[in-house]
């Protein structure tokens, strides 16, 4: 697999240890005129360091951050853990909604109203996935064409996802799932 998702690293760690299923997106500076797509159904999650993700999440995923900084790779690497699958996924075109999400995820609620509000649309893209840990981390060397404000990236070598396995099980997975669609159904 080379496609990956980007989000911030205590993101990534949230659904690398199954504290949320979700992502909230609203896309990139880079996606374009036509805005964020689901483009990938199945892709890695490339955690970001993002310098300012920190404050910008509920308290304990705040002492999470602090806890697991000291591990994040030098800024010449990346490192990859996890893969996931889309489920499913909403368009969501109210405020009110997407803040009915509230307890599903990590980043505070300031956070969802700018990033609903920002652009020329009110909406945000709220996406359920089945994340899989990878049976070791892999590594390679940062390249230009990974940074940037983009919610996808093609990394130029495969990463063998085939042994990963998920982080929840199917029960703990479905109760999660069915959160979500209550809120959105």
Excluded at 78 to 83: D, G, K, L, P, Y
Aim: charged share 30%; net charge negative; with cysteine.
């Amino acid at each position: 697999m080379r496609a990956a998702f980007k989000d911030w690293a205590i993101v990534v760690d949230a659904l690398g240890r199954g504290d949320q299923i979700l992502i909230l997106r609203k896309g990139g500076i880079s996606e374009g005129k036509g805005g964020f797509k689901v483009a990938h159904e199945e892709f890695l999650l490339y955690p970001t360091l993002y310098h300012q993700q920190r404050e910008m999440v509920i308290v304990s995923a705040q002492s999470r951050y602090d806890e697991i900084a000291a591990g994040f790779p030098p800024k010449e690497t990346v490192r990859i853990e996890h893969s996931a699958r889309v489920v499913e996924w909403r368009e969501v075109v109210s405020l009110e909604k997407a803040k009915e999400l509230h307890d599903q995820h990590i980043w505070l609620d300031q956070v969802i109203e700018e990033r609903f509000e920002w652009g020329r649309e009110q909406k945000i893209f709220a996406i359920a996935l089945r994340v899989n840990r990878l049976p070791k981390p892999v590594e390679f060397p940062m390249r230009d064409e990974y940074g940037g404000c983009k919610s996808w990236i093609e990394f130029a070598e495969d990463v063998d996802v085939s042994r990963a396995t998920p982080v929840l099980n199917d029960d703990a997975f479905q109760e999660r799932l069915r959160d979500f669609r209550s809120v959105l159904s």
